[in-house]
């Protein structure tokens, strides 16, 4: 079932393309060697290339092209083997050479694919135009003075990725997964944090809508929206809009546009006559980019498994179902932890532990997987002793809780408390006789053919047990003793 | 006394002693203090710094390590960066700047036991032919015409290093070529100068003005002061991309090849119409010269010369535009106090770039425009592709070309002043060689009617400099240039 909005003139479709731009994983900036690490006092990390001195000339870094050549074969993309820099000219007072490098005409990675899977488990691919290789600029301060601006340049010159997909998306769902998709990718890859809330990773998000079986309509672009929330509200609100000028008879202007998350709004930034002429041309400071096919198949050889062909294999080796599969893979770290806890164990116990009861007791804690009191191999501790029937899975939540808090191994916590699992099937004969001869009424009720008070005796007993008798002797002992 | 000296004679009376740094240093700061309020070469003159550099080189020539340039007073032209010495460029907008930073070339020369004496007039940001755009006023040439003391131009842009070096106020200099600013003022002012090839000296803390022409090089009053000095300057540096990993060949050996055997190629489309009997008679002259030492004389053809002027006032402008957008107020020199960022960059701007760097930034935005770009850059762009294959043809079957350098002798102060065009047409025979990225050497070949030199050009293949001060060194033996400039240090100054 396709997403629409229905308009007074019928449904409405939305054709969605996303622009991310992804801070490149680097020591030094894409053209000087300044430090590209996130923070540090202003205006700490600025070479005199980054704040445009007079002679200052820039100079390639390789692990930039190396990172962006890692982040094309991850998205399955063509590599262009000779691309080149261009200027994009404009004035502004944290873009200190008054023009940023970008690559225009040529960039380094041509069309890839993404595939993105929906709740309703279907599998989408959405095309990508093209990534290429850009300076961020800096950062201006409004705030810091009543009648000045103040500048920070400790980003200028830092190396960015800019993702162009093909508009190939037709809701918020699709653009949200798409986005979620690339962060996934670019972390497995190690080339971007994918940190939107620190800006690393922004998006410009292209909108417009039509009427089914209809050329494009006139889009709006949706400028730096720095949550995958946001990029969802933001196509949904300016859809809306869009369908109601369309709507009344009006049409909709190319320009470019914020999103207000505080308003549910998106307010013109600049139509497309003041838009800027950026006059772009090659940089004469810069030599186009050649990268040999050697060099590229050598990165190829050394990328990590990737988020797909990961769900694949966690399938295929551990049984698990592809739902369960790709929770897993969404991030590195947990389909690394997934991998330990599993090696060895039932894996289908395994990612139902680890999904269930473990992400919970994170979520209660206010952790992430990086920062989990205990290891996959702790964890694997507390399967360990339900799969020997140490602890039954009862017992085992409570363990699991107590070594959520406590950080401590699941054999000790058991000790400790005394939780192990009664196995002596003369101290279970015995409870169940003491619960049979407590409840005189019930073992009639239930002689007469009231069968389902199965159920109240094995709950019985088992309160009787402290909860540690062995869920399948007791219901044997019960119906043996009925 | 400094004009007796050639920068190699200095050196030698450095190295056996009979000379010292100090004095020869001295000897120089005087020249400027006599002759510089006249011709007006240096914006800024570093008389401490020179003569502790003096005393440093003299202190290194007692210990026996002398390095290439130990000791030689040489001057700069205001557009290499100099660590702690103010660089304006000629502007106002960067009339405060001091460099935190040494330009390479720069480094390569103080490396190699050089001592500044200061920085040199140019046109405002290399923009020009004949130093009258130095927001810092006017360079004068030191040479007059017999019958006239009107006051001439330099050339430009690097005016300023060609009258420092012309009257003896520095041995040699530094300067650049965009289109012809080093090999012009050479010619204007009876002195060597080459502007090697394309990549051969790094850019690396040379304010920008076409960065895809930009290149520099030495002045001399000898072909071999220039190849020693070249020798120094030039050089692979990976702080800029398009210096080329090349070994720096010894210029000076090269001088010496001769040019027997060789093939000189004259390239028919540079009889421009309207070419003074006199040029035209020392270029066959200079040919004939060459033909007596055992060179080849062969009629070539570069057919896309035609366009080399038109082709370079569009990729020129359209980098300066560009490379000149840093100079805003924000970060460093001039800033006119504003309201908002927008009257901050236009008062800033218009307060600190003269009228032809404006004009120039006018045409360069025009011509990168959208909707223009097609029609004038990218066409530009082609046709320079076209003349760099002119070249390419032309040195399969000669080995070097020989030219005019300029289609006139020095002019007045005021002259094609109210003529850009006119004013442009002074590089006719510089830029092609620019726009090709080959190395060009301008060598004084004779005196004009008014007693003024004149200078031949010669033209040789990518990263082939050393046939090129072959060919220079030849021209300068044959033609015996002995003239010296009205204004100059007497004997015993």
């Not at chain 2, 020869?24 to 003159?45: R, Y």
Request: with cysteine; aromatic share 8%.
């Amino acid at each position: 079932m396709s997403y629409i909005i229905e308009g007074r003139t019928g449904p409405w479709e939305l054709v969605i393309g996303l622009e991310v731009h992804a801070q490149v994983v680097s020591n030094a900036k894409l053209f000087s060697g300044a430090s590209a690490t996130y923070g540090g006092e202003p205006n700490a990390q600025v070479s005199f290339i980054d704040a445009g001195f007079p002679g200052m000339l820039p100079v390639i870094n390789g692990e930039c092209v190396a990172q962006a050549v890692r982040t094309g074969l991850g998205l399955n993309a063509e590599i262009n083997l000779v691309s080149r820099f261009d200027r994009k000219n404009y004035f502004y007072a944290d873009l200190p050479q008054g023009y940023q490098i970008s690559q225009f005409a040529h960039p380094i990675v041509g069309k890839g694919i993404v595939d993105i899977e929906l709740e309703s488990g279907e599998v989408r691919h959405i095309g990508v135009t093209r990534l290429h290789l850009e300076q961020d600029a800096g950062k201006s301060m409004h705030d810091q003075h009543p009648a000045e601006s103040f500048i920070d340049l400790n980003r200028a010159g830092v190396a960015l990725m800019e993702i162009v997909s093909e508009p190939d998306m037709r809701s918020p769902e699709e653009a949200g997964a798409y986005l979620r998709k690339l962060r996934t990718i670019l972390r497995y890859l190690g080339t971007c944090d994918g940190n939107m809330e620190e800006g690393s990773m922004r998006a410009d998000v292209n909108v417009s809508v039509r009427k089914a079986g209809e050329e494009f309509r006139t889009r709006c672009e949706i400028k730096n929206v720095n949550s995958v929330r946001f990029v969802m509200q933001a196509i949904e609100v300016e859809a809306r809009r869009q369908v109601e000028i369309w709507e009344s008879g009006a049409s909709v202007d190319q320009e470019t546009r914020l999103y207000d998350p505080a308003r549910s709004e998106t307010r013109s930034m600049r139509s497309k006559e003041d838009a800027h002429d950026y006059r772009y041309f090659p940089d004469p400071d810069l030599l186009p980019l050649v990268i040999e096919q050697a060099w590229v198949d050598q990165l190829a050889a050394m990328l990590p498994e990737l988020p797909d062909a990961k769900k694949a294999r966690f399938i295929s080796d551990y049984g698990i179902p592809a739902y369960d599969a790709r929770v897993l893979v969404m991030e590195q770290a947990s389909a690394d932890f997934y991998e330990t806890l599993a090696k060895g164990r039932d894996g289908k116990a395994a990612s139902n532990w680890m999904l269930g009861d473990f992400f919970a007791g994170l979520n209660r804690l206010g952790k992430g997987i990086e920062t989990s009191p205990i290891s996959a191999a702790t964890l694997g501790g507390l399967l360990d002793l339900i799969a020997d029937a140490t602890i039954n899975g009862k017992i085992a939540k409570e363990v699991l809780e107590a070594m959520m808090e406590t950080g401590e191994s699941a054999a000790a916590i058991v000790e400790a408390k005394g939780l192990k699992q009664v196995t002596d099937t003369g101290a279970i004969d015995a409870a169940v006789d003491a619960v049979l001869a407590a409840n005189p009424d019930k073992l009639a009720e239930y002689k007469s053919g009231k069968e389902k008070l199965f159920g109240f005796f094995v709950g019985q007993v088992m309160k009787a047990m402290a909860g540690k008798g062995n869920p399948a002797l007791v219901n044997e002992a019960i119906k043996r003793k009925l | 006394m400094t004009l007796e000296f050639t920068l190699a004679s200095a050196r030698d009376a450095l190295r056996s002693r009979r000379i010292s740094s100090r004095e020869l240093t001295q000897a120089h700061l005087a020249s400027i203090a006599a002759l510089d309020p006249k011709l007006h070469a240096f914006i800024t003159v570093t008389p401490d710094l020179a003569l502790a550099q003096a005393d440093a080189a003299d202190a290194a020539l007692g210990r026996g390590e002398a390095g290439p340039l130990t000791g030689l007073p040489v001057a700069i032209k205001d557009v290499f960066c100099t660590k702690g010495v103010k660089t304006t460029a000629a502007s106002k907008i960067l009339e405060p700047f001091v460099p935190p930073y040494e330009s390479t070339v720069t480094s390569n020369m103080l490396r190699d036991g050089a001592v500044f004496l200061g920085k040199l007039n140019l046109d405002e940001f290399a923009m020009g032919s004949a130093t009258t755009n130095s927001a810092f006023g006017a360079t004068i040439n030191p040479w007059q015409r017999q019958d006239s003391d009107v006051a001439l131009v330099p050339g430009g842009s690097s005016g300023g290093s060609a009258a420092a070096v012309a009257s003896g106020m520095a041995l040699a200099a530094t300067g650049t070529d965009t289109g012809g600013s080093i090999r012009q003022p050479a010619s204007y002012c009876g002195i060597v100068g080459i502007k090697p090839t394309y990549g051969r000296c790094s850019r690396y803390g040379i304010v920008a003005f076409a960065s895809s022409l930009d290149q520099a090089g030495p002045f001399g009053r000898t072909v071999e002061d220039t190849a020693i000095l070249l020798g120094s300057m030039a050089g692979h540096d990976p702080k800029d991309s398009t210096s080329v990993p090349r070994a720096v060949p010894d210029f000076v050996a090269a001088a010496k090849r001769g040019v027997k055997g060789l093939k000189i190629g004259v390239p028919r489309e540079y009889r421009a119409e309207g070419m003074p009997a006199e040029i035209e008679a020392l270029w066959a002259q200079g040919l004939d010269w060459l033909r007596q030492q055992g060179a080849e004389i062969v009629d070539v053809s570069l057919p896309h010369t035609k366009y080399g002027l038109a082709t370079y006032y569009i990729v020129a402008p359209a980098e300066a535009s560009s490379n000149l957008a840093r100079y805003d107020g924000v970060r460093y020199g001039l800033r006119v106090p504003a309201n908002d960022l927008k009257d901050l960059y236009e008062e800033t701007r218009a307060a600190g770039f003269g009228k032809e760097v404006r004009r120039r930034i006018l045409m360069g935005t025009y011509v990168l425009s959208a909707g223009y770009y097609d029609a004038y850059y990218l066409k530009a762009q082609k046709v320079r592709a076209l003349i760099l294959k002119d070249f390419t043809e032309v040195f399969t079957k000669v080995d070097a070309l020989l030219t005019p350098t300029a289609p006139s002798a020095a002019f007045a102060i005021g002259e094609n002043a109210d003529d850009p065009v006119k004013m442009y047409l002074n590089d006719i025979f510089t830029v092609p060689a620019s726009m090709a990225g080959v190395p060009g050497m301008s060598v004084p070949a004779g005196l004009d009617a008014h007693g003024l030199p004149l200078g031949l050009q010669v033209l040789g293949r990518h990263f082939d400099e050393e046939t090129v001060f072959a060919v220079g060194a030849a021209l300068e033996k044959a033609a015996g240039f002995t003239g010296l400039p009205q204004i100059r240090m007497g004997e015993g100054a």
